[in-house]
């Protein structure tokens, strides 16, 4: 059975902090893109970033570079996001997933992704 678990969601201040965790099973890890994306209230999902694990290619959206950072633990089939310098725009339900046909560039649309977790909610106070 394929899962994908999101924690790590939580309430902070601007300026603060976030590590996000997307723990997954099921699936042949190193096959795949795993992906953040997000959706506030409102508003459609957007695409976060994005690692490929099998070559560690990565991706950000230009409202995220510079502040947030997605890495993988291989070994634990854990994809992790750093979020420092969040703002109240960032605040949203963050989803991961999981897309077995990465696109070369970029991370693709969320309709092409395989496999979603349950949400996590993110929110930053001003």
């Known amino acids: 059975e394929v899962e994908l678990q999101a924690s790590g969601g939580g309430l902070v201040q601007t300026g603060g902090s976030l590590r996000l965790s997307c723990a997954t099973s099921?699936?042949?890890?190193?096959?795949?893109?795993i992906a953040w994306f997000r959706q506030a209230p409102g508003k459609q999902r957007e695409g976060v970033s994005s690692?490929?694990?099998?070559?560690?290619?990565?991706y950000y959206t230009d409202s995220v570079k510079g502040r947030f950072t997605i890495s993988s633990d291989n070994a634990e089939n854990t994809v992790y996001l750093q979020m420092n310098s969040l703002e109240p725009e960032d605040t949203a339900v963050y989803y991961c997933?999981?897309?077995?046909?990465?696109?070369?560039?970029?991370?693709?649309?969320?309709?092409?992704?395989?496999?979603w977790g349950q949400g996590t909610q993110v929110t930053v106070s001003s």
């Open positions: 997933a999981a897309d077995r046909h990465p696109v070369q560039h970029g991370m693709g649309l969320a309709d092409r992704y395989d496999y």
């Open positions: 099921g699936f042949v890890f190193d096959d795949y893109a």
């Open positions: 690692i490929r694990i099998s070559n560690g290619d990565i």
